[in-house]
């Protein structure tokens, strides 16, 4: 299994719209496992193949205590959301180090194939639920800090040029 690059906001290849998985073959199983050893290396509790510039319909999550329940989700689709919202402070393996509110439906259904190739509807609250439409914006271009007021975004985007430049400082040495 193969760590993968995370992009890192404000990376314009974050914005792609992801395709349709055309095939569960083997390509996307190791893909899928791939994702998964980057996921868990960056104590994530989700991540979209849109993070790691592959731009297909594809995100892994796992939110058990014991990271030990990997939930695949390939062209996941949200076919239900309840009226009912929450604000619950979110993160992203894309824009370290920030966490902030955004607001979301309470419960949803998501239909997806999974790594059979089978569709698969699962319901969702909580946590899982937040992380759920958290990882199918990323398949849309979308990142969480977007949601956020102009002022705290340019914030963050400065921050995290900032970082990068002093990462790739770090490297040069
Ligand atoms: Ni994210």
């Given at each position: 299994m193969t760590q993968l690059t995370?992009?890192?906001?404000p990376?314009?290849?974050?914005?792609?719209?992801?395709?349709?998985?055309?095939?569960?073959?083997?390509?996307?199983r190791a893909l899928v496992g791939d994702m998964l050893?980057?996921?868990?290396?960056a104590q994530g509790i989700?991540?979209?193949?849109?993070?790691?510039n592959v731009h297909e319909q594809l995100v892994v999550i796992d939110v058990s205590e014991g990271r030990d329940q990997p939930l695949v989700l390939i062209n996941p689709e949200i076919?239900?959301?309840?009226?009912?919202?929450?604000?619950?402070?979110e993160g992203c393996l894309s824009v370290?180090?920030?966490?902030?509110?955004?607001?979301?439906?309470?419960?949803?259904?998501?239909?997806?194939?999974?790594?059979?190739?089978n569709l698969q509807t699962h319901n969702a609250d909580g946590l899982l639920a937040v992380c759920i439409q958290h990882e199918l914006d990323h398949l849309m271009g979308k990142v969480f800090v977007e949601y956020l007021s102009p002022l705290k975004r340019n914030r963050i985007?400065?921050?995290?040029?900032?970082?990068?430049?002093?990462?790739?400082?770090?490297?040069?040495?």
């Open positions: 995370i992009l890192r906001y990376d314009p290849r974050l914005h792609t719209v992801a395709q349709p998985v055309a095939a569960v073959d083997a390509r996307i050893t980057t996921m868990y290396e989700g991540l979209a193949a849109s993070q790691v076919v239900w959301s309840s009226p009912e919202t929450q604000v619950n402070d370290p180090g920030v966490y902030d509110g955004v607001e979301r439906a309470s419960a949803i259904r998501v239909q997806a194939l999974d790594l059979g190739g985007r400065s921050k995290m040029l900032k970082q990068k430049k002093d990462d790739e400082r770090e490297e040069a040495r």
